[in-house]
């Protein structure tokens, strides 16, 4: 087994909380983000116990007396990959209703159970759901990032940083998996994310769902790459298979279902009536993309357009990963109208909107703020900030709540 450095996770606060006050708590996010790391670090603290569902023997005896395997659980329990026995449910829901004591169980699953109704409703009201991430850059560095916080505060200062250049793409192309993490080159990182996609679809998609065209899910992965941070386009997606257009939504569902890629709603507002309602698609992880399109870092690096799309969904990553431990929920969105006014990701937290642009240039005008002046207008009152993250050296204010920073301080702290 492959070691690597025990990063600090910052959603480990949110767990206890939760563990402290909830019967149930779910950890979920895709094989290999830290799951079980996380789960057995805080878990091992308090005092519970760890069992796998990736151990056959444990699957066979769960799926085969699911009350009587709960029944005979320690107390304060792991149940580890709990998505491949989901008749367990419904036991762990009798086994919460006669004791409702905090902190009962502690299940970690790498399908989204949300996606399954009777498997979330079953515990409704008993259980809460973290969701964990890949290694934010700030959980690489080892520092709690605050550009969330300032964001919504319209808090930037004016401050010079040395701009990241190839390092960026470097850390594009790395990704946020700690097994590919610690490959000492970007060759044998791109090798594990192959494999790591491999594996997946032989075993998770098996577990979720039966489907004729298993080999076709790599390749329609890959093209979702080849389409991340742009609007989703189903039928470009479905010209190369002899699949139809609702089968290639059923497909992409299912990377969803097991963390790979993920929609962003338009945002929309009764104040504007011209405004582009299709959600725009992103892989869930870059170093995921790079590998599937056969992208290293000199070549992304020399590929400007690729560069750009890339890097706004490393942003969308990095700020999925922060908003996961906040106390507030984010919501993520995008902008778009039919005259070609866009913001690449709105945010919004307890009825404030921000907004986030993402060049890969070295240099930010006025005109970069287009698309955010429009979503200021519409918002109103509600806009908290418009931010243009850029690879350059300076953060400054562009007037009326409006900053150009460097993208290096979406994770590094202002002070």
Excluded at 34 to 40: E, F, I, P, V, Y
Excluded at 94 to 100: L, S, W
Excluded at 293 to 307: N, P, V, Y
Excluded at 344 to 372: H, N, P, Q, Y
């Amino acid at each position: 087994m492959e070691t690597h450095p025990l990063y600090p996770r910052f959603a480990a606060a949110r767990l206890t909380e939760a563990l402290a006050d909830t019967p149930v708590v779910l950890i979920h996010g895709p094989r290999q983000c830290g799951k079980t790391t996380l789960a057995r670090r805080v878990g091992g603290e308090l005092g519970f116990s760890y069992f796998t569902f990736d151990d056959t023997a444990t699957v066979e005896a769960a799926a085969a007396d699911p009350v009587g395997f709960v029944a005979d659980l320690p107390r304060h329990a792991i149940l580890d990959e709990v998505q491949r026995v989901p008749r367990l449910f419904t036991a762990l829901k009798v086994a919460v209703d006669r004791d409702r004591a905090p902190g009962r169980f502690l299940l970690t699953g790498s399908a989204n159970v949300l996606f399954v109704p009777a498997l979330a409703d079953s515990l409704a009201g008993r259980m809460e759901i973290l969701r964990l991430f890949p290694l934010g850059q700030g959980e690489l560095a080892g520092a709690e990032p605050d550009f969330l916080r300032r964001l919504f505060s319209g808090g930037f200062k004016t401050r010079r940083r040395e701009r990241l250049g190839q390092e960026l793409t470097e850390r594009i192309v790395a990704g946020g998996f700690p097994a590919a993490l610690v490959r000492s080159s970007s060759r044998r990182r791109a090798a594990w994310y192959r494999d790591y996609i491999e594996a997946l679809v032989q075993r998770d998609v098996r577990d979720l769902a039966r489907i004729a065209s298993l080999d076709a899910l790599p390749r329609l992965l890959a093209l979702a790459a080849g389409q991340t941070a742009r609007l989703l386009n189903v039928s470009e997606l479905a010209g190369p298979f002899s699949l139809s257009r609702p089968t290639i939504r059923d497909y992409l569902t299912l990377l969803e279902r097991i963390f790979l890629v993920e929609e962003v709603p338009s945002w929309h507002t009764n104040r504007l009536k011209r405004l582009v309602k299709t959600p725009k698609i992103h892989v869930a992880d870059t170093g995921v993309a790079c590998a599937l399109l056969g992208i290293d870092t000199a070549s992304l690096h020399r590929d400007r357009a690729t560069l750009g799309q890339m890097l706004e969904t490393f942003v969308f990553a990095e700020l999925r990963r922060q908003s996961s431990w906040e106390e507030d929920p984010v919501r993520f969105h995008h902008f778009r109208d039919k005259d070609g006014y866009e913001v690449d990701l709105v945010l919004e937290r307890g009825g404030d909107i921000a907004g986030v642009e993402v060049k890969a240039a070295a240099s930010v005008t006025s005109s970069d703020f287009r698309g955010m002046r429009k979503l200021r207008d519409a918002a109103g009152e509600r806009f908290a900030s418009g931010v243009v993250l850029y690879d350059g050296e300076t953060s400054a204010g562009f007037g009326d709540r409006f900053f150009a920073v460097p993208v290096r301080m979406l994770w590094e702290p202002e002070s």
